[in-house]
């Protein structure tokens, strides 16, 4: 029954946050500053794996295709369609639901349990709207962004680990990527990335914002939220998949 109950309450919350917008301007700054947080706060764990991701791919592809029948360039296109599909948007959402996600349950979290909460519930204030709305907005808007990012660099990292490593050349690599490249596969990743970025803000943001009890509560929020989230991603690329491939 807890479950069935937790959805229900979920549903509730995303239908309260579109009730009673008092201060349009109070919401816009906290919505620019959850954009800085989460875009500009993830920027750099994002480069890091994406470059790397795209550097392993390269090395990996190239080490099973071990036959003289298919050109060499064919590692590019593998390694273009492979962070372009998955890595770019999958891998990278699971990582930022782990970092955002985390730090919207504990932030809210630790609001409820100061009781910060209800002080603005008592002011008048619509804290669904004020505090869960702009996150998840924020996130729909910058998470996709990351993800173009993450593309592009996994790309360059996949270029430049095997130029490298002399296992393939640049101007084979660049011939490679523009070799059979297919426009739609961009505007899937980009509908994952919409999708993932509402589950890895929205469920931290659920959890957080009903936490009860003390330090340790909200700990295992953040625990739990993260762990769902992380799940529900996994899930959303499997069913995303098999509906637009």
Same mark, same amino acid.
């Not at 273009?80 to 891998?91: K, Q, S």
């Not at 008592?122 to 996130?139: E, F, Q, R, W």
């Not at 990012?149 to 050349?169: D, K, N, Q, V, Y």
């Given at each position: 029954? !807890? &479950? ?17 917008? /008092?201060?349009?301007q109070? +919401?816009?700054? #906290?919505?620019?500053?959850?954009c ?5 706060? $993830? ?33 590019? #296109? ?7 599909? /998955? ?5 990278? @959402? ?19 349990? *100061? /009781?910060?909460?209800?002080?603005? #519930? ?10 869960? =709305?702009?996150?998840?907005?924020? %996130? ?5 962004l ?20 002399? !296992? ?10 523009? $070799? ?8 899937f990743?980009?509908?994952? $990335?919409?999708? +993932?970025?509402?589950?890895?803000? $929205?469920?931290?943001? &659920? ?9 340790? #509560?909200?700990?295992k929020? *953040? !625990? ?5 989230? @992380?799940?529900?991603?996994l ?6 998949? %098999?509906? =637009?491939?």
């Amino acid at each position: 029954m !807890t &479950f069935f109950s937790d959805i229900g309450r979920f549903l509730l919350t995303l239908k309260g946050m579109f009730k009673k917008l /008092e201060n349009r301007q109070m +919401y816009g700054k #906290e919505l620019i500053r959850q954009c800085t947080e989460i875009g500009f706060g $993830s920027l750099g764990i994002v480069s890091i794996i994406s470059v790397f991701i795209g550097a392993v791919s390269t090395i990996q592809t190239t080490y099973q295709l071990v036959s003289p029948l298919v050109p060499i360039s064919t590692v590019a #296109e593998i390694v273009r369609d492979t962070v372009i599909l /998955e890595f770019a948007p999958t891998l990278v @959402c699971v990582v930022l639901a782990g970092v955002i996600g985390s730090r919207i349950a504990s932030e809210l979290g630790n609001m409820r349990v *100061s /009781e910060q909460i209800d002080a603005l #519930e008592i002011m008048g204030i619509n804290t669904k709207t004020y505090l869960i =709305l702009p996150k998840i907005i924020a %996130a729909m808007l910058m998470i996709p962004l990351l993800v173009i990012i993450a593309m592009a660099l996994g790309i360059w990292g996949g270029r430049l680990a095997g130029a490298a490593s002399g !296992t393939i050349p640049p101007n084979l690599f660049d011939k490679g990527l523009m $070799s059979n490249f297919i426009p739609y596969n961009v505007f899937f990743a980009l509908i994952k $990335s919409y999708v +993932y970025a509402f589950i890895l803000s $929205s469920i931290p943001a &659920f959890f957080g914002y009903h936490v009860r009890g003390g330090a340790l #509560e909200i700990g295992k929020a *953040s !625990t739990k939220a993260v762990v769902i989230s @992380c799940v529900l991603i996994l899930f959303a690329d499997y069913v995303l998949s %098999a509906l =637009l491939l």
